[in-house]
């Protein structure tokens, strides 16, 4: 099955610097990527994604690269403010169509704070 | 976004008892719905695939005699802990992905279970 590593674990970053975290994957048929933060006590928020079909994606602060030859996927964050820390997990899945999108591999989590 | 319902946010029970989770899907059909379940400063690991209308499909290693799972609508899951023990304390969070509409799965707020 699919297996996704996760770094770091823990990234403190200081207001306005930016962010990234990486994600590696084993499964070369894993073909859609997103990315989640979760806040305390609360269920993971889809942030952004990514299709194996697309190297790299953004929405406003937030971006995704993706490299399918080496398996890894990058999450970007720019200008980082507080209210950004929180814990990111990215995902990895096999989407044949519909449903499918919900089964996923998650990583590790990496705790990111950001202090003003 | 759409919006998917866990009830209760959070559940204190006896050992021994059983409780009941749902996964409600408020705007939208979803024929499936996953669960997954967190423990504290981990990663979500995916436990079973709820498929309305018919059996689960539970991953390697989950019990199904212990987490009955029943989707007997189009908008509802429900997740059942049997004979609960401390160690079945967790948090268990629910996604649906929109019936034939390719999107994301959304997730649900998870419910935090305490087994005393």
């Known amino acids: 099955g699919e297996n996704v590593e996760q770094h770091p674990s823990t990234l403190s970053v200081q207001e306005g610097d930016s962010a990234v975290i990486k994600c590696t994957y084993s499964?070369?048929?894993?073909?859609?990527f997103p990315w989640y933060k979760q806040e305390l006590g609360k269920g993971p928020q889809l942030i952004i994604d990514?299709?194996?079909?697309?190297g790299e994606k953004k929405d406003q602060r937030i971006a995704v690269t993706l490299n399918k030859t080496a398996k890894h996927f990058s999450l970007h964050i720019t200008e980082t403010q507080p209210e950004d820390s929180a814990v990111y997990f990215c995902?990895?899945?096999?989407?044949?169509?519909?449903?499918?999108?919900?089964?996923?591999?998650f990583g590790q989590g990496t705790i990111l704070t950001v202090h003003p | 976004g759409a919006v998917v319902s866990q009830h209760p946010s959070w559940v204190i029970c006896k050992s021994g008892t059983s409780v009941k989770i749902e996964c409600r899907s408020l705007?939208?059909?979803?024929?499936?719905m996953f669960w997954y379940r967190q423990f504290p400063k981990q990663s979500l690991m995916l436990m079973a695939t709820?498929?309305?209308?018919?059996?689960?499909?539970?991953e390697q290693g989950v019990e199904k005699d212990k987490f009955l799972i029943n989707h007997a609508s189009l908008t509802l899951s429900t997740l059942t802990v049997t004979s609960a023990h401390p160690e079945d304390s967790s948090f268990y969070i629910c996604?649906?992905?929109?019936?034939?509409?390719?999107?994301?799965?959304?997730f649900g707020q998870g419910t935090r279970l305490t087994v005393v």
């Open positions: 709820s498929n309305e209308g018919s059996k689960a499909t539970y």
């Open positions: 996604s649906a992905p929109p019936y034939r509409q390719n999107t994301e799965a959304f």
């Open positions: 705007d939208f059909q979803a024929t499936t």
């Open positions: 995902a990895a899945s096999y989407n044949a169509g519909g449903t499918s999108y919900g089964k996923l591999t």
């Open positions: 499964d070369s048929a894993s073909n859609y």
């Open positions: 990514i299709r194996s079909n697309v």
